[in-house]
């Protein structure tokens, strides 16, 4: 059994759900690693001991399998039977395993493939901006932050642009597919979609060895490492799927969290507007302030000591970038946004160790043409008094849902 004190970690409800940060400062004093019954899992909040958890994979596992739900009926095992064999997704991968797979991928995602994309960012992010300029209000997450990372994902890989609604509605299949609570004929239907989803990307796929074009989808099918076999099909279709995934919320969510901190902070978005070589610098900080992946999971291999508290075998575990980013350990003053401070890029937005981000570049690419382009086009912006922004019910993520702006 572990030992430490439950700890009421009430993160979902307001006042927390909007801003957790004074929650996770007091967890940080009081129980640095605690056990939430409410949740079922072990949060670790200080800088330190994530960055442990983080760099022993050993005893903090992240291997995870996206499973068949074990009380689904007949109708919907069978439709998943059509799916590939359930494979670990390479987030969700340990060694040796995770380092083939990284290694593969990280020779393909060559950084002139992302270098590239800038001119295709540029275009996108005009001709949306251009469709609401004139109207001296929007919403900035549907209307901006929302499409612009799915498209350049869509891109990146080589998939049509205009599969972006589709791509959509099948990965929120995949999700709603293991929730607990779907109910039986939604399941079904997410089962389908599910298997519709792989179909096309298994297509997509065939198509490039038929004719291989300069996009991300060619160069993982032609990936090679030393006495290494290639990618199959059924990990490239789960390779695609994670990047995916990993590619569109959480960049819409960085940008939503750094337009909410830029709007109170108008003298920065002046700055930037007047020296874009600032940019870089903000968005680490925004990356720091509020993070859009607040944790991550793992489960232990056997029983570790952390932070004064004993957590047992098999325990899940979420590590909180979102607090470790706020210790005052590491950053001095923490709850001030300050991109001046020197030490921001040590920010554990992006992760650290095997699993850090493999889009981080391109998502900060996108993200410093979005703000540059918002500093430049829209005058005096500020924020719809009458609709505040609100968040979604999750431990992981964290974004406005809607970024009512107005500007002058
Ligand atoms: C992994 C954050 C954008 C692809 C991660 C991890 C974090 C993260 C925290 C580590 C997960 C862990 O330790 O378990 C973010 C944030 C993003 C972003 C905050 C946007 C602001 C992207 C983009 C892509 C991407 C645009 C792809 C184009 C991945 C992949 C992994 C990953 C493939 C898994 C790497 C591995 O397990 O080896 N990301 N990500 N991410 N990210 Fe991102």
């Given at each position: 059994?572990?030992?430490?004190?439950?700890?009421?970690?009430?993160?979902?409800?307001?006042?927390?759900?909007?801003?957790?940060?004074?929650?996770?400062?007091?967890?940080?004093?009081?129980?640095?690693?605690?056990?939430?019954?409410?949740?079922?899992?072990?949060?670790?909040?200080?800088?330190?001991?994530?960055?442990a958890v983080?760099?022993d994979t050993a005893r903090f596992s992240?291997?995870?399998?996206?499973?068949?739900?074990?009380?689904?009926?007949?109708?919907?095992?069978?439709?998943?039977?059509?799916?590939?064999?359930?494979?670990?997704?390479?987030?969700?991968?340990?060694?040796?395993?995770?380092?083939?797979?990284?290694?593969?991928?990280?020779?393909?995602?060559?950084?002139?493939?992302?270098?590239?994309?800038?001119?295709?960012?540029?275009?996108?992010?005009?001709?949306?901006?251009?469709?609401?300029?004139?109207?001296?209000?929007?919403?900035?997450?549907?209307?901006?932050?929302?499409?612009?990372?799915?498209?350049?994902?869509?891109?990146?890989?080589?998939?049509?642009?205009?599969?972006?609604?589709?791509?959509?509605?099948?990965?929120?299949?995949?999700?709603?597919?293991?929730?607990?609570?779907?109910?039986?004929?939604?399941?079904?239907?997410?089962?389908?979609?599910?298997?519709?989803?792989?179909?096309?990307?298994?297509?997509?796929?065939?198509?490039?060895?038929?004719?291989?074009?300069?996009?991300?989808?060619?160069?993982?099918?032609?990936?090679?490492?030393?006495?290494?076999?290639?990618?199959?099909?059924?990990?490239?279709?789960?390779?695609?799927?994670?990047?995916?995934?990993?590619?569109?919320?959480?960049?819409?969510?960085?940008?939503?969290?750094?337009?909410?901190?830029?709007?109170?902070?108008?003298?920065?978005?002046?700055?930037?507007?007047?020296?874009?070589?600032?940019?870089?610098?903000?968005?680490?900080?925004?990356?720091?302030?509020?993070?859009?992946?607040?944790?991550?999971?793992r489960t232990t291999t056997e029983e570790v000591?952390l932070?004064?508290?004993?957590i047992?075998a098999?325990?899940?575990?979420?590590?909180?970038?979102?607090?470790?980013?706020?210790?005052?350990?590491?950053?001095?003053?923490?709850?001030?946004?300050?991109?001046?401070?020197?030490?921001?890029?040590?920010?554990?937005?992006?992760?650290?160790?095997?699993?850090?981000?493999?889009?981080?570049?391109?998502?900060?690419?996108?993200?410093?043409?979005?703000?540059?382009?918002?500093?430049?086009?829209?005058?005096?912006?500020?924020?719809?008094?009458?609709?505040?922004?609100?968040?979604?019910?999750?431990?992981?993520?964290?974004?406005?849902?809607?970024?009512?702006?107005?500007?002058?």
């Open positions: 059994m572990g030992s430490a004190p439950p700890w009421t970690f009430n993160r979902l409800e307001t006042p927390y759900l909007e801003d957790p940060y004074p929650l996770y400062a007091r967890a940080r004093r009081e129980a640095p690693v605690f056990h939430s019954p409410e949740f079922g899992l072990w949060f670790v909040t200080r800088y330190h001991d994530v960055w983080l760099k992240s291997r995870f399998l996206m499973r068949t739900p074990a009380d689904a009926s007949p109708a919907v095992s069978e439709t998943l039977q059509e799916a590939y064999p359930e494979l670990p997704m390479l987030v969700n991968d340990d060694p040796p395993g995770h380092t083939r797979t990284r290694n593969l991928v990280s020779r393909a995602f060559a950084p002139r493939l992302v270098a590239a994309l800038e001119p295709s960012i540029r275009t996108i992010v005009t001709r949306l901006v251009d469709g609401f300029a004139d109207d001296g209000g929007a919403d900035l997450i549907a209307e901006l932050a929302y499409p612009v990372p799915i498209e350049i994902i869509c891109t990146l890989i080589g998939l049509p642009a205009e599969s972006r609604d589709q791509l959509k509605r099948w990965t929120d299949d995949l999700v709603t597919l293991g929730a607990p609570g779907t109910d039986d004929e939604r399941r079904l239907a997410c089962a389908r979609g599910s298997v519709a989803f792989q179909r096309y990307l298994t297509a997509q796929i065939e198509a490039r060895r038929d004719a291989p074009r300069d996009d991300l989808l060619t160069a993982l099918i032609n990936a090679r490492a030393d006495g290494d076999r290639p990618l199959d099909v059924a990990e490239l279709v789960n390779l695609l799927i994670v990047l995916i995934f990993a590619g569109h919320e959480t960049t819409t969510n960085l940008i939503g969290n750094l337009l909410v901190l830029l709007l109170a902070r108008p003298e920065i978005l002046r700055a930037i507007r007047d020296d874009p070589t600032l940019t870089e610098d903000v968005i680490a900080e925004g990356l720091r302030m509020d993070t859009p992946v607040q944790g991550m999971f000591t932070g004064g508290a004993r047992p098999g325990a899940q575990v979420m590590v909180l970038f979102g607090s470790a980013n706020r210790d005052e350990a590491v950053f001095s003053d923490p709850d001030r946004f300050d991109p001046g401070r020197g030490n921001n890029h040590r920010h554990l937005g992006f992760g650290h160790g095997i699993h850090a981000c493999l889009g981080a570049s391109l998502a900060r690419l996108e993200t410093r043409i979005i703000l540059d382009t918002v500093a430049e086009r829209l005058p005096n912006p500020k924020l719809d008094p009458g609709r505040p922004p609100t968040y979604a019910p999750s431990l992981m993520h964290r974004g406005p849902q809607g970024l009512h702006m107005v500007w002058s």
